[in-house]
């Protein structure tokens, strides 16, 4: 009798597993919305409101940038300034006595992934920015962003990216199973694997000036994404490069640019 109960309940182990595994299906399709997808419909940028329309469109990804305050809590914003207050010497209290403009505070990181994780077919493409402060306080952004991704349990749906090489190196650290790709765009294919990122994500400049990085870093097993890139030239261009991933702020004219192409 023991062994059939034993037997039944792994048997329902495995199914639950199988089934949750199986609800998981995120997106394949190139699209990483810059910010959220914001423009068409005038939401805040890095708002809940732009991660929710990147979700509705079916973006393979929504990217959102994240700072640390002076008090050390971690929030999503693109600029180090939030409505004329800089972020790295304000508190978190501080900066909420303003708003976005269509009502929301500014988010904290803990906020948006909670957001994010009410869903399961747009990634989060975290990009932890550089400390104005020190590189020390870059690492410690890193760091604090894959511990905050763990303590919620949101390594299934969370990329990251950055522009500090120490902090990216530092996530890695944190976390060596965390896919952390570079985005200044200075370090070559090689260089990147050498270090343990999981990919490269350069500015379409950089590109058209190396397009040979995307077929070395392909056959070194990294991703190629590139920012931001909001022209049809471009982004056929780079399609016709075999770039993995695109970061724009015109999701919609690239999910068209897709459908004709295929």
């Not at 708002?47 to 990147?54: D, N």
């Not at 890139?229 to 695109?246: C, P, R």
């Amino acid at each position: 009798m023991n062994l059939l109960k034993n037997t039944f309940l792994l048997f329902c182990s495995v199914f639950i597993s199988i089934t949750c595994l199986g609800q998981m299906k995120f997106n394949s399709n190139k699209v990483i919305a810059h910010r959220g997808a914001w423009k068409a419909n005038s939401f805040p940028q890095n708002s809940l409101a732009s991660l929710k329309e990147a979700v509705k469109l079916g973006c393979e990804g929504s990217e959102f940038d994240v700072w640390m305050t002076a008090d050390e809590v971690l929030v999503v914003n693109h600029d180090g300034d939030f409505m004329g207050m800089e972020i790295e010497h304000s508190t978190y209290a501080q900066l909420l006595s303003q708003k976005l403009p269509n009502g929301e505070k500014i988010p904290t990181l803990e906020e948006y992934l909670k957001a994010g994780k009410k869903q399961k077919t747009t990634k989060l493409i975290l990009e932890f920015k550089p400390s104005k402060i020190s590189v020390e306080r870059s690492e410690r952004v890193g760091e604090m962003a894959v511990k905050t991704v763990h303590r919620l349990k949101a390594q299934k749906w969370v990329e990251y990216i950055t522009f500090s090489f120490e902090g990216g190196k530092k996530a890695i650290a944190t976390d060596p199973k965390a896919k952390v790709a570079y985005l200044n765009g200075e370090k070559s294919p090689a260089e990147l694997k050498e270090a343990g990122f999981f990919g490269f994500d350069y500015n379409i400049r950089i590109l058209r000036q190396k397009p040979e990085w995307i077929q070395e870093a392909k056959a070194l097993g990294l991703t190629t994404n590139s920012w931001t890139v909001n022209t049809a030239e471009d982004m056929i261009w780079l399609l016709d490069q075999g770039i993995d991933l695109i970061t724009t702020d015109e999701p919609e004219l690239l999910f068209r640019i897709l459908k004709d192409k295929e």
